[in-house]
């Protein structure tokens, strides 16, 4: 439990960390930090609104604390400020909507490949130096090692251009009103396809060398030795001893990889134009709307650090030696 | 001697390298008779462990047991046993204590559990039938019955080492193999758990395939005792003999090397 | 090194980074054109005169390749020795000093560690602006060293245990030289799965800032292309060289890198090797030899 609230305690100092470098860049840059941030806006912002953004973002006459004490109160009253280019929109809500598909996205993509990546590490382990083990490892390899940028690109090429399968962007037929009718979820599901093969090429393949490294590292334990010697069936040793046990790092292991899984995911909307937090992020590069890129980094983090919650709580349960502690 | 209840004969393993191969046991051939503790002595890496692995078929590659070798237990081929057979055969007939007994309970696992898993699978018991028997096992090595709900982490070295020897037990096995069951224990410890193993054999009746580099505890807990060098067995015969006239200049080196010998033989 | 060139797969990875390396080098004797101007009609499809086609605007995608494979792997190694070096210094530092330097390096790092990367690397790049090569590989240095500080430090506290540690500070040796002469050399082998990690990231991060649109586009590197490709909706209009080529270069620069890092992971951890004797094992079991 004390692990748990010490966890608690640092996840806030990382989120503050984060608030923290929104405050200083625009300041630390050349040039004037109010013009830099809103000029994109041009003159079609309203006064009052320019007024109101720049309360949010802590420019207040007065010393830097009390700006920044500004910028960290409209933060924790969940004030991210407006968008600039989807204007009025507030940037919780441009970010909130696109945040829950990237959230069903990369959960699915996420347990799916976690779950067959795990698996295929532990077969390749314990078939050590078959062909299975080969043509698996391999194969792991050169998932992990391509870009997924290029993953996605060459899919979309693959799968939506050339074969014409799956459609080649949006996460549902435009022309259907979102709405828990069979008709709709099938076709977001239709329209996920691609994106959901994408991003567990992606992933796989770190699970898999992941797990099987493990593996292959506790089947030399004694406890292992001593579970086949007592004539444990092969797969309850497997299973029982052997992955349940690997599984505790490979889950830490998740933990560090979520920020790769975000990054991942983000690229893999914007190739398939999927209206998660990756495309709208690319739309506010693109039109230059700080409120919008500043704010994604708090809600990236805050993602992180709830999932990096969840993973420590797993590991807490997965580990009598910590529940003690 | 009468019908031997474990016989080894020209067991010969090869370590398979990327190039050459490592002989760790050579022609290796002793017998050990129902009741009876054999020892195994020899300096590190001398190949030990590698026949005790051998006596369970536990190794894996690269680790290679020649063709002509032969492991009888009760006139039966280890060898050539099934994955049932050989499954049926492991812990119900031969047990085995550990090098490294106490990182030998799984971490995760509570100690109940792993008394379960051995006794559902050999004896088909359910639940409530394996508790007890873990109780009765618990108490026959000092532990309190009571804890059989931890995990091993919260049991001090030795205990697991005591917990284990339970484990081994558990079934009735006809011969329990000890891979330096007593390193990293004090020596008080190391005693006291030496004594009670040489009072449930008594009680039991299995035989001990006892491995150490320490020949005076050797000769103090065997019957009779075998001395390896290089993987070779270059010297066997009983305990009293190995002490007093010593064959092989090996044997002789290993008892120069030891300054005195204190207190008798283990009651 | 020697065990290095023993290893098959890091082989075959160091011959497709050298393949890469060699090809950047001779790219003038490699093609005519010039990479940056336009030196055709807008996407044509490959032909003699481009081998791999044109872009939007006329430039040959060939020439802009092998070009590009230069910002590529300069922006990957800088960067990765830029990362490599931080995380080094920071984790020896901590890992030997202990105390309060330790708690203070250590928060550091774990807070670097749960703040998602790439989204702060949005951040940074989008406030620069347009982001050059040199300033990509600056600000992948500043954020990323996390990962190879915290193993470092790891391997360091084990190092520091050693006895030859202990006899060089009852000679009174100073720190620092203690860390570089005594520590160092003896957590290498980390360093070196750090290094070769950090610039599989940094290649993989600088074409994905690029790819966002964060770069300077008139640096000729192969995330660039994906984004002047992307822009041009090359996909769409049939035009599938523009786009692939620098897949397939990004891919197979990844690939040859982590094999390498592979093969260093091999030897650093024994347990994991294959190596020759399951197949001779196997053999000898088929033969009727032995047997387990
Ligand atoms: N997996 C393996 N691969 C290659 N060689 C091995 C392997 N396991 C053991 N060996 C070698 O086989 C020899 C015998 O090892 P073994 O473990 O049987 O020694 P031991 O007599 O039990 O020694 P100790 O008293 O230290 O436990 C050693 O020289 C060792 O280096
Ligand atoms: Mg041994």
Redesign the interface.
Known sequence: MAFLFRRLA??L??FL??AT??FF??RL?PGDPIQ?MFSSAGAELPPESLEALKLTFGFVDGPLWQQYLTYLGSIFTGDLGRSIKYFPLPVTSVLGHALIWTLVLMGTATIISFILGTWLGVMAAWK??SRF?VIVSVSA??A???????TS??V??VF??TLDWFP?GYAADPSLDPAFTLQYISSVAYHGVLPMVTLCTVLIGGFT?TMR?NM??L?????I?????????DR?VML??AA??AL?PTVSSLA?A???I??GS??TE??FNYPGLGNV??QA??A?D?PV??G??LI??A???VA?FIVDVSYVL????LK?A | MNQPLLSVKNLTIDYIGDETDFRAVDNVSFDVAPGEVFGLAGESGCGKSTIAFAISRLHRPPALIRTGSEILLDSREVLDLNPQELAAFRWREVAMVFQSAMNSLNPVLRVEAQFYDVLKTHLGMTKAQARERTAEMLKLVDINPDRMRDYPHQFSGGMRQRIVIAICLALGPKMVVMDEPTTALDVVVQREILQRINELRKKLGFSVLFITHDLGLMVQFCDRIGIMLGGKLVEQNTAQAIYRTPQHDYTKKLWASFPSLHGGVLA | MKTLLRNRKALVGLAIIATIAILAIAAPLLTEYNPATRTGRPHQAPSMDHILGTTRIGQDVFARVLYGARTSLMVGFGAGLLITLVGTVLGIVAGYRGGKTDEVISFFTNMVLVVPNLPLLLVLAAFIGQASPVVIALILGATSWAWGARVTRAETLSVKQKDFVKSAEMMGERQWRIMAFEIFPNVISIVGINFIGSVIFAIITQATLEFLGLGDPRAISWGNMLFAAQKASALSVGAWWEILTPCFALAFLGIGMSLLNFAVDEIANPRLRTGNRLGRWSLLVRNGEGRL
């Open positions: 640092f996840y100092a990382a960390a984060a470098i929104n860049l625009p840059m830099l050590r130096g083990d390899i050169f992990t090692s391509v870009p997924a940028v290029v690109l060459i979309l090429f939506g251009f080649n060398v490294n292959i590292n089947l030399g334990e004694d406890y030795v001593m579970a086949r010697a007592k004539g444990l069936s309850r029982w001893y349940r046990n505790l560090i979520i920020g790769t975000l990054g983000l690229v914007v190739v992020l690319y590069i693109l230059r700080y890129i500043q994604q980094l990236m983090t993602t992180m650090l990096n997965l580990d009598p030696r003690a």
